[in-house]
T-cell receptor
Framework: DAMVIQNPRYQVTQFGKPVTLSCSQT?????MYWYQQKSSQAPKLLFH???????NEADTPDNFQSRRPNTSFCFLDIRSPGLGDAAMYLC????????????FGPGTRLLVL | AQRVTQPEKLLSVFKGAPVELKCNYS??????LFWYVQYSRQRLQLLLR??SRESIKGFTADLNKGETSFHLKKPFAQEEDSAMYYC??????????FGKGTRLSVIA
């Protein structure tokens, strides 16, 4: 009965090779978030969707893009991964707005070779 | 700018001892504060939020606006409390800002 699902759990890619991480949710939540978390650091918000409205954080590199084709799915695209993009990527959802509790997925650990 | 500081990366306590995980924040308005927890091999999940003023798994946290703190406390630590704890802040209509986290290790 997982509510926020991330696939794959581990992803290995090559330097410069585009990679897509997936997130799906069964909660029918309006808001979906992508966070990047590097070792011993806080989860860092990359962007989020409020329904179909995309909200990019000011310091998110252009290399990172996102798509939300429907309520249930959200994708994180890294166009040209660098070694510095190796991290845990967390997807989260919240029901209506930012004041609601966020539900996190298990994360996808990205390794860039 | 909003900022959340958790000064301790690692906190080790003996089972049955009191626990206090520190969290300080910087924000001039009226923030909403949270504690999230991540147990080993599990996903990040909400532990408690200050507006609820509730005790979850024996943990409590009081928002002290004068000291801009939201420390997490438990009178008697249990082994199953060992986890990574993140303090987080939200203000107005903005998403969460997380601290770097504190790893709590409860020693039997």
């Amino acid at each position: 009965d997982a509510m926020v699902i991330q696939n794959p759990r581990y992803q290995v890619t090559q330097f410069g090779k585009p990679v897509t991480l997936s997130c799906s949710q069964t909660l029918n939540h309006n808001v979906m978030y992508w966070y990047q978390q590097k070792s011993s650091q806080a989860p860092k918000l990359l962007f989020h969707y409020y329904d179909k409205d995309f909200n990019n954080e000011a310091d998110t590199p252009d290399n990172f893009q996102s798509r939300r084709p429907n309520t249930s799915f959200c994708f994180l695209d890294i166009r040209s991964p660098g070694l510095g993009d190796a991290a845990m990527y967390l997807c989260a959802t919240s029901r209506v707005g930012y004041q609601e509790t966020q539900y996190f997925g298990p994360g996808t650990r990205l390794l860039v070779l | 700018a909003q900022r959340v500081t958790q000064p301790e990366k690692l906190l080790s306590v003996f089972k049955g001892a009191p626990v206090e995980l520190k969290c300080n924040y910087s924000y001039s308005g009226s923030p909403e504060l949270f504690w999230y927890v991540q147990y080993s091999r599990q996903r990040l999940q909400l532990l408690l939020r200050h507006i609820s003023r509730e005790s979850i798994k024996g943990f409590t946290a009081d928002l002290n606006k004068g000291e801009t703190s939201f420390h997490l406390k438990k009178p008697f630590a249990q082994e199953e409390d060992s986890a990574m704890y993140y303090c987080a802040l939200r203000s107005g209509n903005t998403p969460l800002v997380f601290g770097k986290g504190t790893r709590l290790s409860v020693i039997a």
